[in-house]
Structures are given as structure tokens and as C-alpha cells.
């Protein structure tokens, strides 16, 4: 059914396999929500608490009163005391936002946005609101199959200036108390499952970053009490933006429960002259009554076939080598022609060659924006390094951080301005470096054909795209009074107009996101990097914690995890070698550690991995993941992904402490119980029914032990 619309109720009415949503154009003309869940034939709209607050004078209706009305795009300054989708000034410094419907049509193709990433999609309802010359258009899209909403806001001015304070891509209204979950943390800790309860409050999940944080993840997910990963309520919320974002929470005294989600509001102000318009970034919406699992793995399915880099999302990925925890600043030729002879032996594909390769770069202190060699170390430029890849059969890959400048570089002392700093002097350092100004034209030129040529006159495959520092400059000298307050915003705007350039233009590279680990891990940068580096902490134990939150929404492939040392460079934590291979098997995978200094029985172990993992990959890009054991409550981490058509799965299952649990009972779960099952590592069959249902007994011998399983149909 899709999107229609019911004359007779004046109902729009957006439905996928197991949900329906519904809003309603009031006698009034506002934009009612009525209804948001189980798909059924009985909808019972949300009742207007009239609760003796201010009301509408010239409205018609009795005491028409905002602040208990479910409006669809909750409008600033008549009578709305919640938080509220939008807020303009206008020239004369009002504020009453009065938004009523004006039109609706729903058209066969989705629109695409102008400035930032969005899904491709066949549907799209777009329904008109207007205030004077101001008109707002509400997009939403249905994937129905996935259970999926995608919706965007565009705010149109056809009169005087305005200024836009507050533009949200959505507000969803539900009743009741409920659960959120958001997906907060810190370097090397990122993505960890934090469960809130909102009962006459709100919350707040922001970042005021400029990047979409470590801190903060641009995921809420509504839940009930009861809701586990099988079975309950679970609507997750996602952001398509990697700029600073929030999510507000607000349950009322009328038992109102909405959330507004988009760019963060705070410190910013966009002024949109006459003629202009302003788009939100999108907010994909997953639907699931059968709790978390399924809502996961709907978000999976909708971003590897409507949103991630196409030329990749189903490719195999390399394994690669990455030589940054091996050699930090400290490589030479040698050293690395080493790392790539073992890499060879092991069955590695691609070499990625890490930071300090360029410029005069012994560490962080220098030399980013001169992407050039770096003389004394690599005389003879990348050549010598790409050959070596190309006589052992390997790919080779380079680290790049193209949106900063360090001040101790040839390009900072040419362009001191293309750097964001304050007029006043105070500058703030961020691993020594600072941002570049792209919205300035002359300094993204330069960057955008520095970088394509690096990537033109190299054989590159691999590109690995840093962005190593959080915005704090709040000030651009080529930027008018009121635009400086939507600063941060331009420049992300102009980082994926440079990604377009960049990445968009050599499809035959595969590019990896990275932000100081996972600092900018969210499905803005899904159309441009394939997969990113999730965490700097590739410890196995923290690995259980940060793949399991990350899994919420983006799918295995999309993330990246490696095999390190132990005992392990961020953590400390000593895990066994196996337990390191099982946990980056679930994600895009490779090799942190130094390859040279592997023992026998590590070297032998590594080369398993590698084979194993050539032959699961399949499902890793596009199998079903089910989240079994959730290592923040069980104490314990097990997941299983299994082939859409069931033939094959691949588990894991690893444990904590030895003492906090010592035998389990594992049961397998989205298999077909009336099929048979060889598991390769028990050299055992049993059906899909005894898997599911008995499972199979575990026994665990010493800390962060693990075991994997890979099936596949007898
Ligand atoms: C960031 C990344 C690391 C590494 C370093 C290099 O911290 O997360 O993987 O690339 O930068 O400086």
C-alpha cells in the first residue's frame, strides 16, 4: 500500500509490512498526527488534551490549544510548550511559527538532497505546510519490505529574510512513558548501549562537536520496559548527517511522549534570504514490534541497498595490513617491505600505508596539507612501496587526512587564512592541528586537486580518511555576520561536496572513514566510505561492547576491526590470539599488529583467519546478524549472521572473565529449523530445530575465551 490518501478522513496514510502511520489534515487546517505502530484496521487517534493553556483566538475552532495538540512538525511560538520541530524569526523579531496545511503529492521517484547525503528511493509523499510566505515541505518515503520511513524537511522563503533557529528533520509524537536507548561513550569506547528512562523529562542526546562525536552516536531508539532483542516495541531513529546533531526526548505531565531530532540548535542560526531554500538531513526510521533484532537488521538491509557507496557495499573487502599500531611514526622502507613479505605469507590483499608519509611528518606536530612525499624518509617517493605490493600480489592503500592543516606546514605558512581560527586570537589546538575553511572556494580547490592527483598518479586502492580533531572555531572571515552562528553546518556541507569530488570520482577506490577512531561513524558518510575504522581500541574484550552498540544500525561490512597485540596498546587487556580473530571476523576486516613478529602458532592461526574469513565474507556483506548474548547484561557477547536463504550462518560466541561465567548454553537463532547443519568446527550435524531450541553447551577454560561456528546446510 505505500503512501495514499483517504479524502473522506483527510488522512494520509503511510504504511510497510507491519506498520502504519497516519496523520490527518484538521478542520483547522493543522497537520494532526494521529497514529504511529501496529499496522491495524481500528486506529484510535491521540486525544488533544485541552489542559487549560493559552488557545488560538482567531481560531474557529473552541479553544483550540497547540500546547496539547499532536502536531505533525511541531511549530515555535502559538502555544507549543514542548520541544518543537522548527523556529524562525522573522525580520521584524516574531516568532509565531503558525504552519498550516496548503498541499500534498505524492510522487513515484524520492527526491535527492542538494547539499547532503541522502537514500535512493521509488516513493515519496510531499506535503506543503505554509505560514505567510514561508512554506515548509514534509518529505517521507516507505521501504515498505524493511519496515522502514525515511523522512526530511525543506523550508522555502518566498518573502523577507528569515532566520532559521531551529530546523529539525522531524518530530515524532507517541503517548505513554518510554525507554530510549542512545549510543554514547568515548574514545576507544565508543557506541556503548546506554538505556534511559524519560518520565516527565527530557533528554537530550547531542553532539556540539562538528562531528557526530565519540560521544554521542546519532541513533535513538524508542523502547518499552520489556523490549529485548526478540520480542517488543522498538522504533530507532538515525540521523543522515555527520555534523553536530541532537535528539530530544520529552514526556509531559499530559503523558505526550515526542522527540525532534536533526542539526543541533545550539549555536546556530541560518539566515535564508528571499527565493532560498534550506534542507534538513534526512532521518531514517525502523520500525519493529519484534524487537531490537529486527529493527537492526531492517536498518542493514535499507542502508546496503539504498545509501552505502554502491560500488562496494557487496563487494568482498580486502583483509588488509595497516602498519599504524606496528611502526606509529617510526617506519622505513625496510621496515615496511618487511610487514608486507609476511603479509603475503598470511594471504593479506591490500597494504595500507598509515600517517606519516608525507611532508616532513615525524609526528603529530606537522605537515598536514602537504601531501607529498616525505623526503627523507621515502626518497624515492610511494613508488618503491606500491612495486613491493605489486610483486607479492598485494593492493596498496594510504592514510590521508584531508580536512586539516597543521600550523608547522609549506601550507599554513602560504594560507595562514584557510585555517578556521578567531579573529580575536584565541586559537584552540586539537592534536596540534586546526581545521580548514572549505567553504572558502580557493582552499578546496587546492585540497580537492592535491588529493586527486596523489590518488591519479599512484596505483592506490585503498584509501583510509582521517579526521583527527573536534571544531571549536566558531568564526570564518569569508562568512557574513549572521551566517558565522551555521558555520560548523557549511563546513560539513563543503566536507561532503569534497568527498563527492574525491571519493565520487574514483569508483574503482575504496575509501575507509576514520575519525580519531569512531568519532564520525554514522550514515552521513555511509554514501562515501563503504566501511570506517569504529574504534581505536581494537581490543578484543572492549570490541565485544563497541561492535554489539554499533550493530544497533549499521550493518557488519560497515565497520572495521582489527588483529592487535596483547597485551593490548590501548586497554592493556591480554586476550588469547584466537578470541582476536573471532571478534574481527564480524565486521570488515585486517591486521593492526606487527606481522614480523608473529609467533609460529600465531603466524599459523593468522593464516586460518584469513582463509576462514575469505569464505564467510559473503555473509558478512550481506547475511541477517541476530545479536544473541548482549555482553553489557549477559556478561557474555554472541551473535550469529545467517544467509538470507539460510544455507549458511556464522557464530560467535566469546566470554568475559572466566569467573563470571564458566558454561553456557548457546542457542543459534534465524535459521530454518527444518534444515540440517554442518558446523565446520564441531565436525557435527544437527538440525536448525536442535540448534534454536537445545543449542549446544559451551564450556569456556580461561578469560575472554571464545568459539566460532560456521554452518552451512547438509
Ligand atoms: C587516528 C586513527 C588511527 C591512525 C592515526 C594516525 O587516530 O584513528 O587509526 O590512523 O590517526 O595519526
Known amino acids: 500500500m505505500g503512501i495514499s490518501f483517504s479524502e473522506q478522513e483527510q488522512q494520509f496514510l503511510l504504511s510497510t509490512n507491519d506498520l502504519l502511520y497516519v496523520f490527518e489534515i484538521t478542520k483547522n487546517n493543522y497537520l494532526k498526527h494521529v497514529y504511529f505502530g501496529k499496522k491495524t484496521n481500528d486506529v484510535v487517534a491521540f486525544e488533544n488534551t485541552n489542559v487549560g493553556d493559552p488557545w488560538i483566538k482567531q481560531d474557529k475552532e473552541e479553544r483550540f490549544s497547540m500546547s496539547g495538540f499532536s502536531n505533525e512538525y511541531g511549530a515555535f511560538g502559538i502555544g507549543d510548550y514542548r ?8 525580520n521584524d523579531g516574531s516568532r ?10 505524492i510522487v513515484s521517484n524520492k527526491t535527492k538532497l542538494n547539499e547532503l547525503p541522502s537514500l535512493d528511493g521509488n516513493n515519496e509523499l510531499i506535503v506543503t505546510l505554509a505560514d505567510k510566505d514561508v512554506e515548509v515541505d514534509l518529505h517521507y518515503s516507505v521501504y515498505e519490505a524493511e519496515n522502514i520511513i525515511v523522512r526530511h524537511v525543506a523550508i522555502r522563503n518566498l518573502g523577507e529574510k528569515i532566520i532559521l533557529n531551529t530546523v529539525n528533520s522531524f518530530n515524532l509524537d507517541l503517548k505513554g512513558i518510554h525507554d530510549v536507548y542512545s549510543l554514547s561513550g568515548w574514545w576507544g569506547h565508543e557506541r556503548q548501549i546506554i538505556k534511559h528512562n524519560v518520565n516527565l523529562s527530557i533528554l537530550n542526546i547531542d553532539s556540539k562537536r562538528g562531528l557526530s562525536s565519540h560521544y554521542q552516536n546519532p541513533l535513538l531508539i524508542i523502547a518499552d520496559k520489556d523490549t529485548s532483542e526478540d520480542k517488543g516495541l522498538a522504533i530507532g531513529l538515525n540521523l543522515v548527517y555527520s555534523g553536530s546533531f541532537s535528539f530530544k526526548a520529552e514526556h509531559t505531565i499530559y503523558d505526550d511522549f515526542r522527540v525532534v531530532g536533526g542539526i543541533n540548535d545550539f549555536d546556530f542560526d541560518y539566515p535564508l534570504e528571499k527565493g532560498k531554500c534550506f534542507e534538513t538531513p534526512e532521518v531514517v526510521i525502523s520500525y519493529s514490534n519484534d524487537g531490537l533484532n529486527k529493527m537492526s537488521q531492517q536498518f542493514h538491509d535499507v542502508y546496503r541497498h539504498y545509501l552505502i557507496n554502491k560500488n562496494f557495499v557487496f563487494k568482498t573487502r580486502p583483509i588488509v595490513a595497516n602498519n599504524w599500531e606496528t611502526t606509529r611514526f617510526d617506519f622505513t622502507e625496510e621496515k615496511i617491505f618487511n610487514l608486507i613479505d609476511k603479509a603475503k605469507k598470511i594471504g593479506i590483499d591490500t597494504f595500507v600505508l598509515d ?15 602537504d601531501w607529498y612525499p616525505h623526503k627523507a624518509r621515502l626518497p624515492k617517493g610511494l613508488k618503491p612501496i606500491i612495486d613491493k605490493c605489486k610483486q607479492n600480489g598485494l593492493k596498496f592503500g594510504l592514510w590521508i587526512e584531508p580536512e586539516m592543516i597543521s600550523e608547522d606546514s609549506d601550507l599554513y605558512k602560504a594560507h595562514p587564512d584557510w585555517a578556521l581560527t578567531s579573529p580575536d586570537g584565541i586559537i584552540n589546538l586539537h592534536r596540534h592541528q586546526l581545521i580548514l575553511n572549505l567553504t572558502k572556494p580557493e582552499c578546496f580547490n587546492y585540497i580537492k586537486n592535491i588529493i586527486n592527483s596523489l590518488l591519479d598518479n599512484n596505483d592506490i586502492s585503498y584509501v583510509k580518511w582521517d579526521c583527527n580533531r573536534y571544531y571549536s572555531e566558531y568564526f570564518a572571515d569569508n562568512l557574513k555576520n549572521d551566517e558565522q552562528a551555521s558555520l560548523f553546518y557549511r563546513n560539513m556541507v563543503a566536507t561532503y561536496k569534497l568527498m563527492d569530488e574525491i571519493v565520487l570520482s574514483h569508483p574503482r577506490i575504496l575509501f575507509e572513514g576514520c575519525a580519531a577512531g569512531g568519532a564520525r561513524f554514522d550514515p552521513g558518510v555511509f554514501k562515501y566510505f563503504s566501511q570506517s575504522w569504529c574504534s581505536d581500541n581494537s581490543d578484543a574484550y572492549s570490541r565485544q561492547f563497541i561492535q554489539y552498540g ?5 550493518p557488519l561490512s560497515s565497520f572495521t576491526g582489527h588483529i592487535s597485540v596483547c597485551p593490548n596498546k590501548q586497554v592493556g587487556t591480554i586476550t588469547p590470539f584466537k578470541t582476536r580473530c573471532n571478534m574481527a571476523s564480524l565486521c570488515s576486516t585486517g591486521f593492526e599488529i606487527d606481522l614480523t613478529e608473529l609467533t609460529k602458532e600465531q603466524e599459523q592461526l593468522a593464516t586460518n583467519f584469513v582463509s576462514r574469513y575469505k569464505k564467510i565474507s559473503p555473509l558478512i556483506l550481506s547475511g541477517d546478524l541476530y545479536r544473541i548474548f548482549n555482553p553489557f547484561e549477559d556478561k557474555l557477547f554472541a551473535e550469529i549472521v545467517v544467509s538470507k536463504d539460510k544455507n549458511k550462518a556464522f557464530a560467535v560466541i566469546a566470554n568475559q572473565k572466566l569467573d563470571r561465567k564458566k558454561n553456557v548454553n548457546l542457542k543459534f537463532k534465524g535459521l530454518r529449523e527444518d534444515f540440517n547443519y554442518f558446523i565446520e568446527e564441531c565436525n557435527l550435524v544437527k538440525s536448525g530445530m536442535q540448534l534454536m531450541n537445545e543449542g549446544i553447551k559451551i564450556y569456556f577454560k580461561e578469560d575472554y575465551d571464545s568459539y566460532s561456528f560456521t554452518l552451512s546446510k547438509k
Open 355 to 369: 600517517d606519516g608519509w608525507f611532508g616532513h611528518r615525524d609526528n603529530e606536530l606537522s605537515s598536514l596539507g
Open 550 to 554: 554499533t550493530s544497533l544500525s549499521y
Open 96 to 105: 509565531n511559527n503558525n504552519l498550516k496545511f496548503k498541499s500534498y503529492k
Open 83 to 90: 520541544e518543537v520541530a522548527i523556529k524562525y524569526t522573522r
